[in-house]
């Protein structure tokens, strides 16, 4: 099995994070395979990934070997992809195709401003919208990240200085379709006057770590007809066809997952701090298992029902253990 580092998780170490219960396994996603459901719903061997949810945060979640989740929100597909692609997948694929799907109604054709491009987030919607045959501009901070865009195939890279309206609209005076602000709250109102009139601005990331708009004052704060959303959704956001579709055009040579970088377990400290210093250019993922670097098939998802408890997944290849009837996870 695999899972990947998001944000979310930094600030839920940092304390800055809100409705998190002690103590607790981080991670809001793993991949794994399954050995048994006790509903029959999914085949012993089945891949599947998971996400969201409350993993982290009402209960543990991915950063372990073995972890447990509520049978609802797993998606099952198929891949020979190595572990390393496949974790990275689940929580970056999601929360890309909701922005567009939910948050933006992105259509083809349309200009998209991606607000924190070189993110793994960004880097995925990135992926997905060229798929669809939309226009992309994406911002970096770092100059030195620009030629990771570059070859994303982004049609516009802009170096982010908190100021980038005017450069959009130099290029689209009537400003772009739409726009995904990952970065937070310090950039939303550039990024708000860089969309037209009844275009829409989608708030869904905080590399920033900030999120709060202080005084909000709508008038005063929202440009004339342009519509801001948010989006936080799960994995019934993500429908199965869409990641194995997404996943075969990996494999085909069609769609690049963006890695940054894979660690061990016991390289979290490692890997968290490199995610909070903001140089990763990618997705950061950890294989739990040492031995289990490359096959999909090797490490095992236990269903199991707990005795007081829903069905759950446990990624477990040796001991098992119950629990008090919530979904559990162990190193």
Same mark, same amino acid.
């Given at each position: 099995?695999?899972?990947?580092?998001?944000?979310?998780?930094?600030?839920?170490?940092?304390?800055?994070?809100?409705?998190?219960?002690?103590?607790?396994?981080?991670?809001?996603?793993?991949?794994?395979?399954?050995?048994?459901?006790?509903?029959?719903?999914?085949?012993?061997?089945?891949?599947?990934?998971?996400?969201?949810?409350?993993?982290?945060?009402?209960?543990?979640?991915?950063?372990?070997?073995?972890?447990?989740?509520?049978?609802?929100?797993?998606?099952?597909?198929?891949?020979?992809?190595? %572990?390393?692609?496949?974790?990275?997948?689940?929580?970056?694929?999601?929360?890309?195709?909701?922005?567009?799907?939910?948050?933006?109604?992105?259509?083809?054709?349309?200009?998209?401003?991606?607000?924190?491009?070189?993110?793994?987030?960004?880097?995925?919607?990135?992926?997905?919208?060229?798929?669809?045959?939309?226009?992309?501009?994406?911002?970096?901070?770092?100059?030195?990240?620009?030629?990771?865009?570059?070859?994303?195939?982004?049609?516009?890279?802009?170096?982010?200085?908190?100021?980038?309206?005017?450069?959009?609209?130099?290029?689209?005076?009537?400003?772009?379709?739409?726009?995904?602000?990952?970065?937070?709250?310090?950039?939303?109102?550039?990024?708000?006057?860089?969309?037209?009139?009844?275009?829409?601005?989608?708030?869904?990331?905080?590399?920033?770590?900030?999120?709060?708009?202080?005084?909000?004052?709508?008038?005063?704060?929202?440009?004339?007809?342009?519509?801001?959303?948010?989006?936080?959704?799960?994995?019934?956001?993500?429908?199965?066809?869409?990641?194995?579709?997404?996943?075969?055009?990996?494999?085909?040579?069609?769609?690049?997952?963006?890695?940054?970088?894979?660690?061990?377990?016991?390289?979290?400290?490692?890997?968290?701090?490199?995610?909070?210093?903001?140089?990763?250019?990618?997705?950061?993922?950890?294989?739990?298992?040492?031995?289990?670097?490359?096959?999909?098939?090797?490490?095992?998802?236990?269903?199991?029902?707990?005795?007081?408890?829903?069905?759950?997944?446990?990624?477990?290849?040796?001991?098992?253990? %119950?629990?008090?009837?919530?979904?559990?996870?162990?190193?």
């Amino acid at each position: 099995m695999a899972f990947g580092l998001n944000r979310s998780e930094l600030r839920t170490r940092l304390g800055l994070a809100e409705g998190v219960t002690f103590p607790r396994v981080l991670g809001i996603e793993a991949t794994g395979v399954v050995d048994l459901d006790p509903s029959g719903t999914l085949a012993p061997g089945e891949q599947v990934m998971t996400m969201m949810g409350g993993m982290g945060r009402v209960f543990d979640g991915g950063y372990a070997q073995y972890t447990c989740v509520p049978a609802a929100q797993v998606i099952p597909f198929n891949s020979l992809l190595d %572990w390393a692609v496949l974790g990275a997948v689940p929580e970056m694929l999601q929360t890309a195709y909701g922005s567009l799907t939910v948050g933006l109604d992105a259509q083809p054709g349309q200009t998209l401003l991606v607000r924190g491009g070189t993110s793994s987030v960004g880097l995925a919607t990135a992926v997905l919208v060229k798929r669809q045959g939309l226009t992309v501009l994406a911002t970096t901070r770092d100059p030195s990240k620009a030629e990771v865009l570059t070859r994303a195939s982004i049609d516009h890279v802009l170096i982010d200085d908190g100021e980038v309206a005017a450069r959009v609209r130099a290029l689209y005076p009537d400003g772009v379709d739409c726009a995904l602000e990952l970065v937070g709250t310090p950039t939303l109102p550039d990024t708000l006057a860089a969309v037209r009139v009844h275009g829409v601005v989608c708030f869904t990331g905080m590399l920033s770590n900030e999120w709060i708009v202080k005084d909000f004052y709508p008038i005063g704060y929202l440009p004339r007809g342009v519509r801001l959303t948010a989006y936080g959704g799960d994995a019934d956001d993500l429908p199965a066809p869409v990641l194995q579709s997404f996943l075969d055009d990996v494999a085909a040579g069609r769609a690049v997952i963006p890695i940054g970088r894979v660690f061990a377990l016991d390289e979290i400290r490692e890997a968290h701090a490199l995610m909070e210093s903001g140089d990763a250019r990618g997705k950061l993922v950890v294989l739990p298992w040492p031995d289990e670097r490359s096959s999909p098939w090797r490490s095992r998802t236990t269903w199991q029902r707990s005795p007081r408890g829903p069905s759950c997944a446990r990624w477990s290849r040796h001991r098992r253990r %119950w629990t008090d009837g919530r979904c559990c996870a162990s190193r």
